[in-house]
């Protein structure tokens, strides 16, 4: 076991991510959470879409230019005696494969919900990586300041979309003009929003009684008072008790309500938050199990970003660190590359600034320069220690172009540009069988990773090319059932389905929808259809 500085220093960490549908309050959540840390002191600093302040996160001129986080990044700050990882996943529609990626490295979720909307596709989607990991969820529905759907039916559609179970921690008093503030059951108290200025000051709950209607009333009105008792009334009926190990294995979401704009309800949250999440947890590797109090250090390589720098045209290779300690000084064993290496200028991002680190513990994520030896899913451990922390799936496309150069003088740039980048897994390409490298398929999860690849072959490679979309939207690998062999050629295929390879000469199609699917299989009795990421 490593020594009691190093455990108490793990201990004290908590590495999470926020997931939400753009708009839904993700940016002025975390600006609170740093708020409050201290590690900022001004809201507004993490990200002014309306004014020249740019994101932490903003490193590329596309995101200046767009205004938005291409990029996932990751903030620590101190809070209470915890040291806490903020691991944010870009925030714009058009997300891209990172942000699944940056789930990877997280212990548990916080998923920010619109009041008014509820679920939204991209909460969707991130809630299925989260739930494929099993690690805990933490609901906060926000924006309790405007119109709000009833929150029964908001706590309802969790449950039937989801299928988690969820339990209110505390209960919104009213909504827009009328939202007066929260019930918190566990304390038996209210939080009233009249009072509050946004201010960072603790506000004191009030004890209730209900019935003492007289003193409710003189809070929140009768008519808001009679909603709460009947609705609290119901929920402690319907409730079968708080139980924190389910909410530690990912199958019940507790929920608190407030508004993130106006600082209302955010504190009480990251202390319960804080309270029922659990130090680092212990990773897999083959058959094997790491502890994050393990002596011996290992990490998992889950992002490389370009071209963070555009003076230096470096690359950054994100590691979240497993166990141990990392210590800047030090060599460590890259598994995949079977060497000994340094990390080379280690740092980590202290709420706004990037800083160097000189020594960094599990749970923690650095950065580390990459002269284009990592890969995705790279581990790198303490010499001797023969680990290979699980893969990152391959995270399966949406989204297919023909990409196509246009200057046959630049073919080797638009090659090694194109092989690159997909190496770095930011795009995936496919060819069609027989065909050259003059016109490859390009795949992506997010639609926004076509312009930064586009961005990327003109100012790294110099290389402007001919884009297409193609309306497919599922790829699948060629296998035969019982072992036996597929030729691909010789499939009965409709004509909308594209056969197509990957770079390793692995056969895949693609169908522009379920039907083609099914098409395909009722045609070909022989022919099975693997899921993407499990052949690669
Ligand atoms: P995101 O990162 O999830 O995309 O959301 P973000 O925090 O940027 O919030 C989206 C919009 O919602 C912002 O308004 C923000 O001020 C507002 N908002 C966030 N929390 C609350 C809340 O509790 N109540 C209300 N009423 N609004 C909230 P905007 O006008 O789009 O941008 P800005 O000018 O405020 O930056």
């Known amino acids: ?19 939400s549908h753009p708009d839904a309050g993700k940016t002025t959540l975390t600006e609170k959470f740093l708020l409050y840390g201290g590690a900022i002191q001004t809201a507004g600093s993490v990200k002014g879409k309306h004014s ?39 925030g714009h529609q058009d997300f891209s494969e990172d942000t699944y990626r940056t789930l990877m490295a ?34 906060f529905i926000n924006k309790l300041d405007r119109e709000a759907r009833d ?52 506000l004191q709950g009030i004890a209730v009684d209900f019935d003492d209607t007289e003193r409710l009333d003189e809070l929140i009105g009768e008519r808001l008072r009679e909603n709460l008792t009947e609705q609290i009334e119901l929920l402690d009926v319907a409730d079968f008790g708080f139980d924190l190990d389910a909410v530690r294995a990912g199958k019940l979401s507790p929920v608190f309500f407030g508004s993130a704009l106006n600082n209302f309800g955010i ?21 094997v199990e790491i ?34 300690k990392f210590e800047r000084s030090k060599e460590y064993f890259h598994v995949q590359g079977g060497k000994n290496i340094k990390l080379a200028q280690p740092q980590q991002m202290m709420a706004q600034e990037r800083e160097g680190v000189e020594v960094a513990y599990a749970g923690d994520i650095i950065g580390v320069f990459d002269p284009g030896i990592f890969s995705i899913g790279d581990t790198i451990c303490q010499p001797g220690m023969k680990i290979t922390y699980e893969g990152i799936p391959n995270f399966t496309p949406e989204h297919f172009a023909y990409v196509e150069q246009i200057d046959s003088m630049k073919r080797k740039q638009f090659a090694k540009g194109m092989n690159q980048i997909a190496q770095e897994g930011a795009i995936r390409i496919f060819f069609e069988p027989n065909s050259g490298m003059e016109r490859v398929i390009v795949g992506v999860v997010g639609v926004l990773q076509y312009d930064v690849l586009k961005f990327r072959m003109q100012t790294e490679y110099g290389v402007g090319y001919i884009q297409r979309e193609i309306p ?61 990421g499990s052949n690669a």
């Open 1 to 19: 076991m490593i020594d009691a500085q190093s455990l108490h220093e793990i201990q004290k960490r908590r590495t999470f991510a926020i997931i």
């Open 52 to 90: 020249d302040k740019h994101a932490v996160s903003d490193w590329m001129e596309l995101e200046k230019q767009r205004g938005i986080s291409v990029s996932s990044s990751v903030m620590q700050f101190n809070y209470n005696g915890y040291c806490i990882n903020i691991l944010d996943t870009p």
């Open 106 to 139: 997280a212990d548990s979720a916080v998923m920010v919900i619109d009041a008014a909307k509820g679920i939204e596709a991209q909460t969707r989607k991130l809630f299925k990586v989260c739930a494929m990991r099993g690690i805990p969820i933490f609901t």
């Open 151 to 202: 929150p029964l039916d908001l706590l309802d559609e969790l449950e039937q979309e989801f299928g988690i179970r969820t339990y209110p921690m505390n209960w919104p008093i009213g909504c827009g003009v009328d939202f007066r503030g929260v019930y918190d059951r566990e304390k038996k108290q209210i939080l009233t929003f009249d009072n509050f200025h946004g201010g960072r000051n603790r």
């Open 267 to 287: 504190e009480p949250f990251l202390e319960s938050f804080l309270q029922m999440t659990t130090a680092p947890l212990s990773h897999k590797a083959g058959e």
């Open 291 to 324: 502890e994050s109090g393990d002596e011996r250090f290992s990490a998992f390589v889950f992002k490389i970003q370009a071209n963070m720098n555009k003076a230096h045209r470096d690359r950054i290779a994100f590691m979240r660190i497993c166990s141990g």
């Open 472 to 532: 497919y939207d599922i790829i699948r690998y060629v296998s035969g059932k019982d072992g036996k062999e597929i030729d691909p050629s010789k499939l009965k295929l409709s004509a909308e389905t594209k056969w197509i390879q990957d770079v390793r000469g692995n056969d895949l199609l693609l169908f522009p929808g379920n039907w083609a699917v099914t098409w395909a299989l009722e045609h070909n009795e022989d022919l099975e259809l693997l899921p993407y």
